[in-house]
């Protein structure tokens, strides 16, 4: 009798404290939103399941529409995540190798011969990031053939030799995205749908077009004298297609990280290889110690959009946090739900 008690008591003083620390993420974002710093939404997963969840503010400020747990967002480089993976379960399958050169593929890029798959999936390839074209502003709204991106990385050349430094390249994951496209046949959508998607069994991930479309896909929203108001122009999703192109949901992206580290998306041996971030970057992800626990994650923006997903693979958690309206800056935010969570 006396172990029964104990037990409740010490179950009784586990939700307390589960309760108090979930008041305490809600008084954060509904800070968020009541000083109009923001407007997203964030998701806790732990042990396969969700065990937070929070909505703020608008996915359109105009229609009143509210944010909910299924609004979608613009991922942005987070979408690269999505990319490498689709990339080492082709290697898996033996259809692609490490080592397999660009000239494979695209052999009038610029060292074509030299930059292997490896290269472009650790940033290590030299190549010019085209998301610093002097044009990009301009082009980045329009619908882009894959030779017209192709020319443009012709034209922009290299930074430096394959392999002698690491430097973020968008270039490199939009490539990495036409390549899939090259070996499977299929669009590089239809290739989201059918290698993560399907698997994963996910409702409301996919690749962007031209603009936000329905209700529950959220428009972002910029400031103007001191109000929120309804971004216009929106990059079109051929554009930067594997380096950013996916939506989702905070939800569905930690359904995603934490199929990474339970071996439902590759081995363990190409995840510890996904993982392995001595060079500065890992594959599509970024990695570092966060309160004393090994983290990997990436964050992105694009259109007026933050996503920043990162995932604990020791303690069995993942955390989503999106934004499609922000004057805070979302690691920050991120820091405060940190010291929330594990500070029990």
């Known amino acids: 009798m006396k172990k029964i008690t104990l037990l409740f008591l010490f179950s009784f003083c586990t939700l307390i404290a589960q309760t108090e620390k979930y008041d305490q993420l809600d008084a954060i974002f509904k800070t968020l939103e009541t000083t109009g710093n923001g407007m997203g939404g964030i998701s806790i997963y732990q042990d396969g399941k969700e065990v937070y969840q929070n909505a703020f503010g608008y996915a359109n400020i105009e229609k009143k529409i509210k944010s909910t747990a299924t609004t979608k967002y613009r991922i942005g480089s987070v979408t690269k995540m999505y990319t490498s993976t689709i990339i080492i379960q082709l290697i898996e399958e033996g259809k692609l190798e490490l080592d397999t050169p660009l000239s494979t593929f695209f052999p009038k890029l610029p060292n074509a011969t030299m930059i292997t798959?490896?290269?472009?999936?650790?940033?290590?390839?030299?190549?010019?990031?085209?998301?610093?074209?002097?044009?990009?502003?301009?082009?980045?709204?329009?619908?882009?053939?894959?030779?017209?991106?192709?020319?443009?990385?012709?034209?922009?050349?290299?930074?430096?030799?394959?392999?002698?430094?690491?430097?973020?390249?968008?270039?490199?994951?939009?490539?990495?995205?036409?390549?899939?496209?090259?070996?499977?046949?299929?669009?590089?959508?239809?290739?989201?749908?059918?290698?993560?998607?399907?698997?994963?069994?996910?409702?409301?991930?996919?690749?962007?077009?031209?603009?936000?479309?329905?209700?529950?896909?959220?428009?972002?929203?910029?400031?103007?004298?001191?109000?929120?108001?309804?971004?216009?122009?929106?990059?079109?999703?051929?554009?930067?297609?594997?380096?950013?192109?996916?939506?989702?949901?905070?939800?569905?992206?930690?359904?995603?990280?934490?199929?990474?580290?339970?071996?439902?998306?590759?081995?363990?041996?190409f995840y510890q290889q996904m993982t392995d971030v001595s060079t500065g970057m890992g594959m599509g992800l970024g990695g570092m110690p966060i309160m004393g626990m090994q983290a990997y994650g990436m964050s992105g923006q694009i259109d007026g959009f933050k996503s920043l997903a990162i995932f604990f693979p020791e303690q069995k958690i993942s955390m989503t946090l999106v934004s499609n309206a922000y004057e805070s800056s979302l690691q920050e935010i991120m820091m405060q739900v940190l010291q929330v969570f594990f500070k029990n």
């Open 117 to 269: 798959v490896k290269n472009l999936l650790k940033h290590q390839s030299g190549l010019f990031n085209i998301t610093e074209d002097d044009n990009f502003a301009t082009w980045m709204f329009q619908p882009q053939s894959r030779i017209k991106m192709l020319d443009r990385m012709v034209k922009n050349g290299v930074i430096f030799e394959p392999g002698t430094d690491t430097s973020y390249c968008n270039t490199n994951y939009i490539l990495l995205g036409y390549i899939a496209e090259e070996i499977t046949g299929k669009s590089f959508y239809d290739i989201v749908q059918h290698m993560i998607v399907a698997p994963l069994q996910l409702k409301r991930t996919y690749v962007g077009t031209d603009r936000p479309k329905g209700d529950q896909e959220a428009v972002s929203h910029q400031r103007v004298e001191n109000q929120w108001e309804v971004v216009s122009e929106y990059t079109e999703m051929s554009a930067p297609g594997g380096a950013g192109a996916i939506v989702s949901t905070p939800l569905e992206v930690n359904k995603f990280t934490n199929a990474l580290y339970t071996d439902k998306l590759m081995s363990q041996a």
